[in-house]
């Protein structure tokens, strides 16, 4: 009977023992399955900044570097625009209420007031307007129409030179991509025999410029078209509100 129980013991401890090692083993496969896929993320997001790392190094460092420029300069002017336009917007509706509650509280300083605590340029047109409001409505309309052209040139400033940056930037890429193609016909000349290797290898430098410089333009293009799209945007709200503000006046004159 002891020697049954012994065996029964033993044949239990070996079955704890497996199942044991059963579940480690299956532990440490789960843990390789999913420690290759960590490191292709890895790998892949490495591989990333190598690859463009290595494709700059490739394109020549000099006509690179200008081409980088290009993109740094114009994404700072088209930020610096986009801020600026976006700062330059006005809620119209809430500004000719607020005008006409003055006018008609206050009077003309009154009015003055709240453009000149309204940000943009309608505000501003508004203000020289009133400024001139005792001299007659057609002094109002040329001083409105004259200062609006000032506020329009306001709005575009910097646009001619993130275009400069889009046309700069290709450019540079086919300069960097003739040159290229010159230091490969170099290299033939040089072998005396023309090396398939020596010609594509050359080809392939020269055409990193040129595609760098064409996506540079293309990003910069976005940012110029938008800025665009919102000057005109910007510029028929002031040539609506310039009417809007002279029947304004216009009422006011004649409640009197």
Known sequence: ??????????????????????????????????????????????????????QFIQGGAMFMSFVLLALILGLALSIERIIYLNMSTTNTKKLFANLEDALNNGGVEAAKEVCRNTRGPIASIFYQGLDRVDEGIEVVEKSVVSYGSVQMGLLEKGLSWISLMIGLAPMLGFMGTV??????FDSIQSMGTISPAA????????????????????????????CTAKIDSIVNNMEDASITLLDILVKHNLKK
């Open 1 to 54: 009977m002891l020697t049954l129980g012994a065996s029964s013991y033993a044949v239990a401890q070996d079955e704890t023992t497996t199942d044991t090692t059963q579940v480690a083993e299956e532990a440490t496969q789960e843990v390789e399955e999913a420690t290759p896929v960590m490191e292709e993320e890895v790998v892949e997001s490495t591989s990333f900044h190598k690859i463009v790392k290595k």
């Open 179 to 184: 040159i290229g193609m010159i230091g490969a």
């Open 199 to 226: 010609v594509a290898g050359g080809i392939k430098v020269a055409l990193i410029t040129t595609v760098s410089g064409l996506i540079v333009a293309m990003i910069l293009q976005v940012f110029f078209n938008y």
